[in-house]
């Protein structure tokens, strides 16, 4: 694997300095790149009925997660209403988490804000409430500017200061706007970036990423169900997945599968999962996602204002999609 | 115009308790809605080298400004990086150009944030901090979600708690979402909501929400000096202008020949004005605003991380952009 | 005006061989350029119950926009479902308008077919059908490739050869390609290209269009009455409307009054025809300008398919759009 | 598989009259539906150097193709330039092609035009020019109103009249518009219907169309090198690739690795294949494939105009995607 000497070498600009975090750590670190293989929820965020988070609730959705073989959590992904979350609430709800998680699932959490400082400042504490490793996803308000030299800078720094590994995240569904292939595959070579999480479901992209980095122990989780067996299939190593707050058992099962090679029946299982994930993702989103949870057994509840409840067609909608594929 | 008792019949829900501060303050405020009209410069926020605020430069931007004949100034717009800032320095900005702003000038402060929770925390603050009136940008990470319902909810919630009047904020090329004309519609009935800054550039669309709220008292302001002529030919009362930064002299004038029928003169100031625009907004940001403020002796300066500095290329495709329309 | 000794200077690439048509007219044609000013309704083509081209209710139409105060008409617009006539049905289509349009009236007959060498063929075969000008829409299949210099080189090639002045015509709601500024002030060059047809609706980009060509005498079109009197307002000459079809009369007033400089009366004009618009052209297309038809006396009827009849959820919208404007 | 019988019950339009051609067939057809799996090559057109078809070269080329074990060629695809032919042409290409291809090879011919009327007598000449079976594009002019309704009317209409069996073929880079998967699995019921291209590359798409069409022996070919091995991977049986036409030998080993569960050489082979094929089709198109066309043995050649040869540096970046993953 790629330490400090090679990448001092490729990085575009010299920070001057202190020898960051990554770097100080990186002769002990070399040996052992933090392995991400499997499949994690990104977990939702409960709210009491004034809107405050629920830690009561949070507790006891972990308490059910530990019974499922997942690889971990994700923390403040997008499912979790980060951007309706003060610092503070974010932070805390990463410590309660990390409290409740067995040492040996691993938490990632989402430290990605707009401007570098703060997400530089973000992913400090996230470590130091028990992160892991951190998703931090492409700033995007000033779309037009963020092309793959404002991003390899912002992802640069944000790594080179950051106490642990860092993931990129790509989520074109809610940022509009792509992470660059060239961004990516620059970014996978410095050795405190150890994969990305992609939910635009461009699966060439996908394959091509794997292909362009295969020198650089460099992972890709798929970012949605619908398309995880695919991803596997081109040379992803797990998935981050919004449908694993409802059927994570499931998820779980179609790793498994497509890990051993059966691949027609991880086919049989990834079919059922398509309506029933996009309902819960593209189509209906957050809302839908705590719905469907409430009917599996999980804590969900309303969601943040200006996120609106289901009206009572869509809830048949989401309710359709299940049942028809066998789930309900 | 309408005021409370009207808007009771046609809002949606009802939010029960404490009236509104607007309704306290109707029966005093119905005789004179606040005047938009004219023409207001989104301010840059200079920083120092370590990209701090630099409130020095900021007073002093802030004294040639002075001497324009600007309706006021609009503080932590997007060209004044407000994504970039904490929410504390948002604040101070406001309390810094309102200490420094001519009673008669009118602050509009931005104050929209992804949830409604923290954007009508943050309307109090700068409605405390001196804003006059605030500027409320569409939520837009959950974009999917993000229809006329969830809309409409948002934007009454915060207009019926804030102190001080709202103007609606619709600037897809940063949000990639659009307000809805028919939620604008009906936005426009409420009491406490005075006008909408569009900077969509659609001229048909301008047009229409000038003529759907013509019987509210709703006052729709350009959001780009590129359609600013054309925004008041069909009914726009002004204009809140990147350029404004830079030529705010010549935008009062364009502003001037406009208001009193003087078309064939403002076209022709207008069309040299197109392209010097459109370099400081949609090609290439926040970045060569600032470097033109420079030009024209104001302190501009570098941006916050991501935002990069112009390349040699693009500073020499701006400096054209002047130069080649007679302003350099 | 610039004829062809400063084109040869201009233009790109050398084509050879006999001089082009316009070239050996120019010293002629140099002292009076085609004047396209006015309006135009791109006529609808009515097909009989089998769907054959109704060539009396044609004439009976014709009869009726005979007493409309017209510049001229456009055959084969994207309103005349050119893309669903064979070209033998186009080019007839052109000769019957021709034997009933006064002379003094222009003829302008769409000839742009995908590639440059069917586009120069049709072109001629419209001349000779007796069309004073071509509007030749950007060919747009292979869209990723057809960038400034491929759309140069297209209308060059067509322009070159044509026996009559060449109107560009830009329509990205059906092609989904936008003719580059840069390639339109390029061609503005050419002696034989006189005007562009633009329905885009993107007033600031008509604006600097009419900046940038001012010294050509080229004369640029609205595509749409929903931005009319705004496109008058920054320097167009005239549009091409749909809604000329149903509402011609109205359309020439409101040129007038745009002409003549009174701008208060013809915002109040513009703003009553801005949803009856949309609702025949972006809204509900061709079928419903067909049905409006019917309503103001004209024939309309029903469309080749795949277009499909409106159903009466959209007729009843469509009425609406008419009769809250006060039309119906 | 479903005949006449239950297609009946289910269409939304009768169309009364003669049965058409697929019904009266049905009896003996139903038992033996057109397989399609397999690859394709859509193969180019080659032009003499008065961009006249070149029949000899094309002969040539078929001659090459003959020793790749391809499951047949599809004419008049989009690489085939079939936009840029006259409807001579295009069917003289066919029966040129069918002279030359042994008869175990399938010949899909493209036969989309515009209007349902012209689509229908393509469709007929193609049949009698000897095809086996149609693909058929979406319509796209009117792309505001092709709606699911009326893509159903329309793909219905040719496939009632069609001697041939129909494959549907989306492609949204050339018609910017998405065949919607309601309409997609609606038009699977059809008898004559037996199959779509899809060349949008949403595998979950695809996914979910082979779930939902599972019970009635649709079949789906991958319309890009690119996602092919993902696209077998959820249930493609095929792929017509735009690299077939260069590595044409190569796609048909994918084929077999796929096919016979090889996955982890089949990842290798796919990752090797996707820069070249995203270099042929969406980053510099037609013009690009034939370029390497040339390198490879085959005859390519310049593209109609308005398509251009590729410039110096396309050339170059096309090499290069080529030679860096060990093809050149």
């Given at each position: 694997m790629m330490c400090a000497r090679v990448w001092r070498a490729l990085k575009p600009l010299g920070t001057g300095g202190r020898p960051p975090a990554w770097r100080r750590a990186c002769s002990r670190a070399a040996a052992s790149r933090l392995d991400l293989s499997g499949i994690y929820p990104p977990i939702a965020t409960p709210f009491t009925a004034k809107e405050d988070v629920d830690y009561q609730k949070l507790e006891e959705n972990l308490q059910k997660y530990g019974t499922i073989p997942f690889k971990g959590l994700v923390v403040q992904g997008s499912n979790g209403e980060y951007p309706y979350l003060t610092e503070e609430e974010q932070v805390d709800v990463v410590r309660t988490v990390r409290r409740s998680l067995p040492a040996d699932k691993l938490l990632m959490a989402g430290s990605g804000c707009e401007s570098t400082r703060a997400t530089v400042q973000l992913t400090e504490r996230m470590a130091a409430a028990g992160a892991d490793a951190v998703l931090v996803v492409t700033p995007c308000f000033y779309k037009g500017k963020m092309d793959g030299r404002a991003l390899v800078q912002h992802f640069t720094k944000v790594a080179d200061s950051s106490p642990v590994p860092v993931v990129l995240y790509n989520v074109p569904a809610n940022t509009a706007l792509e992470l660059p292939l060239d961004a990516v595959v620059h970014l996978s070579q410095h050795p405190n970036i150890v994969g990305l999480k992609d939910s635009g479901g461009d699966i060439t992209r996908i394959g091509l990423i794997v292909h362009k980095t295969q020198t650089q122990d460099f992972q890709v989780l798929a970012g949605s169900a619908g398309f995880l067996m695919a991803a596997y299939c081109v040379g992803a190593v797990g998935g981050v997945c919004a449908l694993a707050n409802v059927l994570g058992r499931e998820l779980c099962e179609l790793e498994r599968l497509c890990v051993s090679g059966r691949w027609e029946e991880a086919r049989v299982l990834q079919q059922r999962l398509i309506e029933p994930n996009a309902a819960v993702t593209?189509?209906?989103?957050v809302p839908a996602l705590k719905q469907a949870m409430e009917w599996f057994g999980y804590h969900g509840g309303a969601c943040r204002s200006p996120l609106q409840p289901l009206t009572e067609a869509e809830t048949q909608q989401l309710r359709g999609e299940f049942s028809s594929n066998g789930w309900l």
């Open positions: 593209r189509k209906l989103g």
